[in-house]
């Protein structure tokens, strides 16, 4: 575990009811005390986040697992030794202690232990569960570098652990195992395929325009967006589209394209899920520095290793 001068700040900072945002190997998280209310408010309120979103709670090992999440199946444990630490978020039955505020008053809670090295040294230091939604305004790109955070966040939180770069750049799968069978309600890196060859039985990827019992972050029907507003075309389409587009306009794409004017602003990321992933938010967030009046994407490819990338895109459209 690397020693960092600012953990034993970082600690005291939330054991007293501050925000501290930390990195993760997903994007950077706000986090407070997952036990304290009033920390709690805080993230709410710094974020603009209403108040029925439940929050995701951050461990540093299993062995904790027991103080948050009640009647665990053997699922969950074998999703933990094949995932955890790591970009897996699981939905389980609560504890009665878990504040409703964490929960949005449900009887489930998000549960997570990420890999980072500085959150987890965070995790370790402070030796309890940490709420740690994205360290974003609510429905904005999630932030995946510290200088991000201070641009989200400015002054909202009281001290930034910068980890560089996050690892991933997309948030964490996650899914329900609170009743069966087991649901992904939000698809990330980690595959529907990769948990089912773990579980040894089929899973349920819910489909984004189908509602869900149960509450979890990245449910509202716009998020992880630009404040310009983002059109997605079409391979096919997109060189028709470009040329009858009103200029300023920004584009994204991993096709080769060739750009006509100074006002259209291109950016050709790779054509392969995992590194397009973790430079998507970076960016769209430099695109929308640049304030056209769209940002044009063009639509990636309809492969199981894009999911993640395609429910972030189509959450991005939804104004």
């Given at each position: 575990?690397?020693?960092?001068p600012t953990i034993?700040?970082?600690?005291?900072?939330?054991?007293?009811?501050?925000?501290?945002?930390m990195p993760t190997e997903t994007v950077y998280g706000l986090a407070a005390d997952a036990t304290n209310p009033q920390a709690i408010a805080r993230i709410f309120s710094a974020k603009g986040r209403p108040t029925d979103h439940p929050?995701?709670?951050?461990?540093?090992?299993?062995?904790?697992?027991?103080?948050?999440?009640?009647?665990?199946?053997?699922?969950?444990y074998k999703l933990a030794a094949a995932f955890w630490p790591g970009p897996l978020t699981m939905i389980l039955k609560k504890q009665p202690s878990v504040l409703p505020a964490i929960t949005g008053g449900q009887e489930t809670v998000g549960i997570r232990i990420p890999s980072h090295p500085v959150a987890q040294a965070l995790l370790q230091a402070f030796g309890g569960g940490l709420a740690a939604p994205s360290a974003n305004r609510f429905t904005h790109l999630s932030p995946t570098t510290a200088a991000a955070v201070k641009e989200e966040l400015g002054d909202k939180v009281d001290l930034i652990l910068d980890g560089g770069d996050c690892e991933i750049g997309l948030e964490s799968t996650i899914i329900d195992l609170s009743s069966a069978?087991?649901?992904?309600?939000?698809?990330?890196?980690?595959?529907q395929a990769e948990i089912e060859t773990?579980?040894?039985?089929?899973?349920?990827?819910?489909?984004?325009?189908?509602?869900?019992?149960?509450?979890?972050?990245?449910?509202?029907?716009?998020?992880?967006?630009?404040?310009?507003?983002v059109r997605i075309v079409r391979t096919e389409e997109l060189t028709a589209n470009l040329a009858m587009a009103k200029l300023p306009i920004a584009v994204l794409s991993y096709s080769k394209i060739?750009?006509?004017?100074?006002?259209?602003h291109h950016v050709c990321l790779a054509n392969n899920a995992?590194?397009?992933?973790?430079?998507?938010?970076?960016?769209?967030?430099?695109?929308?520095?640049l304030e056209c009046l769209e940002i044009i994407i063009e639509a990636v490819p309809n492969a199981p290793e894009w999911e993640a990338v395609r429910d972030r895109l189509s959450k991005a459209t939804r104004r």
């Open positions: 575990m690397p020693t960092n034993p700040q970082a600690t005291s900072i939330l054991r007293a009811g501050g925000l501290v945002a929050l995701i709670v951050h461990l540093a090992t299993l062995a904790q697992l027991k103080d948050w999440a009640n009647d665990i199946p053997t699922s969950a069978p087991a649901v992904i309600l939000r698809p990330g890196m980690i595959s773990i579980l040894g039985c089929p899973v349920i990827t819910r489909r984004q325009d189908v509602p869900s019992e149960v509450r979890v972050p990245g449910m509202h029907h716009l998020h992880y967006a630009p404040t310009t507003p060739t750009v006509a004017s100074e006002a259209m995992k590194q397009y992933a973790h430079d998507l938010y970076h960016v769209l967030r430099k695109l929308d520095h």
